[in-house]
């Protein structure tokens, strides 16, 4: 690995945790659906801001597999970036994982395998099909790379930092929260899954992101950017 690659997959190791470790916890808080999507909204908002201009703060598999299709990344900058996001996600979990350790249920158990579980993006219990599941994953995750395309990656775009990034998926998670999570993002429901152990359901969270990313990265990469 080269010493640029290195420092990108620092920053993106470093970004995602960021976005795990916020998410879960303000799902633990309880505070409500906006409040939820604020922390998240808000959280990659300020991490794609200060991660960009090492690594361009994907924070995210589906977003650079999008990058990869529309031809901003390559193969190697791929696998090392999936691999960093996934580890970022995972160390921030079982880190909560270790501090939630001191919340006990009435019979004295801990419950931070529980809290860390209900952190994991999850379908409910009913009411949302595996494949309603994956075709909400993957438009709402076509709309967050569709916007990094508009906002960060395309030449003529405005350069507002992560705040158009961080506001779709606080948009998002609004409408998908309360039938997926509103994950967007395998590495936001692989890591707590790892350290929980709640694994229902993961391949919406893979097949759908990574679908609706691979998409806004055929429109937008390979087409709308395309200069004559």
Request: include cysteine; glycine fraction near 14%; proline fraction near 4%.
């Amino acid at each position: 690995m080269n010493p640029s690659l290195s420092k990108q997959c620092v920053a993106e190791f470093i970004g995602t945790f960021a976005l795990i470790f916020i998410g879960v916890g303000a799902i633990y808080h309880n505070l409500g659906l906006l409040a939820i999507a604020l922390a998240h909204g808000l959280t990659i908002a300020v991490m794609v801001s200060a991660t960009g201009a090492i690594s361009g703060g994907h924070l995210n598999p589906a977003v650079t597999l999008g990058l990869w299709v529309g031809g901003k990344i390559d193969t190697k900058g791929l696998m090392a970036y999936w691999v960093a996001q996934l580890a970022g996600a995972s160390c921030a979990a079982f880190l909560l994982l270790f501090l939630f350790t001191g919340q006990l249920d009435p019979s004295g158990k801990s419950l931070a395998a529980t809290i860390v579980a209900n952190g994991t993006p999850d379908l409910p219990a009913k009411g949302i099909t595996l494949v309603q599941g994956i075709i909400i994953e993957a438009v709402l995750t076509f709309f967050l790379v569709f916007v990094v395309y508009g906002t960060a990656v395309d030449s003529r775009a405005p350069k507002i930092g992560g705040l158009a990034i961080g506001l779709t998926v606080a948009l998002d998670i609004l409408f998908g929260g309360p039938f997926t999570g509103g994950a967007m993002n395998p590495a936001r429901t692989f890591g707590p899954a790892l350290a929980s152990g709640h694994w229902n359901n993961q391949i919406v969270y893979w097949i759908g992101p990574l679908l609706g990313g691979a998409l806004a990265g055929l429109v937008y990469g390979r087409f709308l950017i395309r200069q004559k």
